[in-house]
């Protein structure tokens, strides 16, 4: 398969095409008018001279007689290198006189003034007729003069027009083009220069490409490369953190499991035993749900960047965890409470991760917080706010500074509470533009999930 | 006479191709045929046909020498009917050439000598004019000498009607209907009108003679059976040899005529016939015409003659008025009302 031309041989064939054609079409109508005029010149002089020998016309004796013009002959000279013809015919078309008595030309239109075209001995010929009219006492009727020429002065008129009229412009032809080329290489520099860095870049490399100084419309284009490479560079950082943290993150918890399900096997006594293997399943159980929170914030990570962001009403979402009953698992008993106005809170985001984000806020107030929980969903402002409230004074300053860091497991967190719940929400914050926000006041530690307000549908 | 002379041109014309020419010379050996019609003597023109032959030993060159309306005639027939056509056809009636190459008769040619000759001399690039000759007055030197000499047609007219007796039958001019070289002549003179019509006045009153072929007036002049021919082509005068013989080129004004060559549309050698132009043009051959008096060397300083008083006679449409019937027939009739026939013994 052929090599496909680059955009700016196109755009430069295509200069060509324009101005060829345009030349073409200008060399025509340029060659007509010239050609009309050099007709038009040319007839005047044939009629001079038909004029001039119709005006020699004298009645003698009854009949008429030419005594041809050298003039007329003079005029016709005025085209220096084209045979002539003349004859001048009676009434009945008898030859009074003319250039040959054996030969003559018959006007198309016998008895009609006006302009012709014939052959004279074979070579393309235009002539005139003129008719005189004589009333006079011996003589009376129509003479007919025709005078014809060849047509060399007429074609070399033509092309001379011609040439002066085109040498200027096929001069700007070439400037135009000289142009065209300039501005279309200038036009496509940046184009190159991209083209060139795209060819010798890494392909690991996912960096953007600078756009400064470039055209609008491969600003844009440009952009959405941008973005997907950052997307795509998102994700890999996303599975690179998913590899670590699951290492890390697994490592311990799997080691202490083998410990502890080794030490049951060499623990003789019952009781002993039953307990070892109690504190193995309640490990396993933390085990999973550690696994789980590993997963959902991939999940989240995931689609943060890649699903596509649909209306969601954060009561929806309140609502949907507060009828999911997990929270009874990981707290029993303790009161769990809505709080949910008539107005929607609608954010543009996905409610998957939602969802996540908020049962990671619930379960962490139901895990450190002190009862009543308090879970609920209210639009301030410009922002949509999905908050989580308890009893609880709320965690140490130490702890808060550092909320929602990735492995911020402290000493006060449990096997159970992972610091990947709050890391969940926090990348749920980022990945919609929103961000967590903590408060403490005499009611107790409410902590939220900020995110812009969709506006309100009408 | 004017009924004659048109019967005669009416026959010369129906008869044309079997009208046999005046002469005919051969020169080379060679085994190409080449074919020159001319009205040009032979005597005058041999030694540059012979330096032709010379240079091309591959031609058998045939030379016929014609009348003007005969070759004329025989020119036309050929074009018409595309039989047996010259090669290269040169002719001092001029007019007729001229007629001929405007009926398409002729083919084109170009080369740097046919480009280098003035625009009078050329037309179309189908018609050339190989020589310079100016119509002069030829007079006997013992009969006019010293003051009596006519430097003009004014001179000339003066001269006749002071001394009538002395001119009567004693001026010999072409018959115009007979040559076609006289013809042109009295046509381009018919021009500059005035001195025309006063002329032929003046010539008819001393009864001029109006008679065939260049060399048989000037053998007259040098006999003394003329004392003048009025408008004969200086050629002849030079070539005549007759010491007696004085030649005038008129300063009021002088035509000059150069012999027209063409080559027919459908000669069998035109690229010898080219080649023959080229060669004629060349200088070494213009020196040879000098030599013949075919190549006038017209200089004010040499001859009294101003730029302003040589009317060359232009190789152009218009000379087709020459050829004109209408313009022919008034032209004779006015000559014929105003002469005698120099046939009559």
């Known amino acids: 398969m052929a090599e496909p031309r680059a955009l700016a041989t196109r755009v430069l064939v295509a200069v060509l095409s324009i101005l060829l054609l345009g030349g073409v079409l200008v060399a025509a109508s340029t060659w007509w008018n010239g050609q009309q005029a050099a007709r038009q010149s040319y007839d005047r002089i044939l009629l001079g001279a038909a004029n001039d020998i119709a005006e020699s016309i004298r009645i003698q004796g009854g009949a008429p007689v030419v005594v041809l013009p050298v003039s007329a002959f003079e005029l016709l000279a005025q085209a220096p290198d084209d045979r002539v013809y003349y004859a001048v015919h009676g009434p009945g078309g008898v030859l009074i006189t003319g250039l040959d008595p054996q030969f003559w030309i018959e006007p198309p239109r016998p008895g009609r003034a006006g302009f012709f075209d014939a052959a004279l001995d074979g070579e393309p010929a235009r002539f005139v007729t003129v008719t005189r009219r004589f009333v006079e006492r011996e003589f009376s009727g129509s003479v007919e003069v025709v005078v014809g020429q060849t047509l060399r002065a007429r074609a070399t008129m033509t092309r001379e027009l011609s040439i002066d009229a085109l040498l200027p412009m096929a001069l700007a032809g070439g400037a135009l083009l000289l142009i065209a080329w300039a501005v279309v290489r200038t036009a496509m520099r940046p184009l190159e220069a991209i083209t060139e860095d795209l060819a010798r870049r890494d392909p690991y490399d996912l960096t953007a490409v600078p756009t400064e100084g470039l055209p609008r419309e491969m600003q844009v284009m440009l952009g959405a490369m941008n973005r997907f490479m950052g997307r795509l560079d998102g994700q890999v950082d996303a599975m690179r953190t998913l590899i670590s943290d699951t290492a890390h993150q697994l490592r311990t918890p799997v080691a202490a499991i083998r410990i502890q399900a080794e030490s049951a096997m060499s623990e003789d006594e019952p009781a002993l035993r039953s307990r070892a293997l109690d504190r193995l399943l309640s490990r396993t159980r933390s085990l999973g749900t550690l696994l789980e929170q590993l997963l959902s914030r991939a999940l989240v990570v995931h689609r943060g960047d890649s699903a596509p962001r649909v209306l969601v009403d954060l009561r929806d979402v309140a609502l949907e965890i507060m009828e999911h009953d997990d929270h009874a698992l990981i707290s029993p008993g303790t009161p769990l409470k809505l709080a949910i106005g008539d107005r929607p809170v609608m954010v543009r985001a996905d409610a998957f991760s939602l969802g996540e984000a908020g049962r990671n806020l619930l379960s962490n107030a139901l895990a450190h917080g002190a009862p009543p929980v308090t879970i609920g969903a209210e639009r301030r402002g410009t922002d949509a706010i999905l908050w989580v409230r308890d009893n609880g004074p709320g965690p140490r300053d130490a702890v808060l500074a550092r909320l929602g860091e990735r492995f911020n497991r402290s000493a006060d967190s449990r096997e159970s509470g992972a610091g990947i719940g709050l890391s969940i929400v926090k990348s749920v914050a980022t990945a919609f533009g929103g961000r967590m926000e903590t408060a403490q006041d005499a009611e107790g530690f409410r902590i939220a999930l900020v995110l812009p307000a969709e506006r309100d549908a009408p | ?345």
């Not at chain 2, 129906?14 to 085994?31: N, S, V």
């Not at chain 2, 076609?180 to 500059?192: C, N, W």
């Open chain 2, 1 to 345: 006479m004017i009924r004659f002379a048109r019967l005669l041109a009416f026959l010369a014309f129906i008869a044309g191709p079997l009208a046999a020419q005046e002469d005919t010379a051969r020169f080379g050996t060679g085994q190409t045929e080449f074919l020159i019609r001319s009205t040009t003597d032979i005597a005058i023109i041999r030694p540059v046909i012979a330096r032709f032959a010379e240079l091309r030993p591959d031609l058998a060159i045939t030379y016929e020498q014609w009348g003007s309306n005969a070759l004329f005639a025989r020119s036309r027939a050929d074009c018409r009917d595309g039989t047996d056509p010259a090669d290269a056809v040169f002719s001092s009636a001029v007019h007729q050439m001229v007629w001929l190459v405007n009926a398409a008769c002729a083919q084109a040619y170009r080369s740097a000598a046919t480009q280098a000759l003035p625009p009078s001399r050329r037309w179309r690039d189908e018609l050339w004019g190989i020589s310079t000759e100016p119509a002069v007055i030829a007079y006997n030197k013992t009969l006019l000498s010293g003051a009596e000499v006519p430097r003009d047609r004014f001179a000339l007219l003066d001269a006749i009607r002071e001394r009538p007796a002395f001119f009567r039958n004693r001026i010999a001019t072409y018959d115009i209907a007979e040559s076609g070289l006289g013809y042109l002549f009295a046509y381009s003179d018919s021009l500059e009108a005035t001195t025309f019509g006063a002329l032929l006045e003046g010539f008819s009153r001393v009864d001029a003679v109006a008679t065939c072929c260049s060399a048989e007036i000037i053998a007259g002049v040098a006999e003394g059976r003329y004392v003048l021919a009025y408008n004969v082509l200086g050629s002849y005068v030079l070539n005549s040899d007759a010491a007696q013989v004085g030649m005038i080129l008129p300063e009021d004004y002088t035509l000059i005529l150069s012999r027209a060559y063409m080559i027919p549309r459908a000669a069998r050698q035109a690229a010898t016939a080219a080649r023959f132009l080229d060669f004629l043009l060349t200088s070494e051959v213009q020196a040879l015409l000098a030599q013949s008096g075919l190549v006038a060397k017209i200089d004010a300083t040499e001859t009294g003659l101003s730029a302003s008083a040589q009317r060359f006679i232009p190789l152009s449409p218009s000379l087709l008025v020459a050829r004109d019937a209408n313009r022919r027939d008034q032209l004779l009739q006015f000559w014929s009302d105003t002469f005698q026939s120099g046939y009559l013994p």
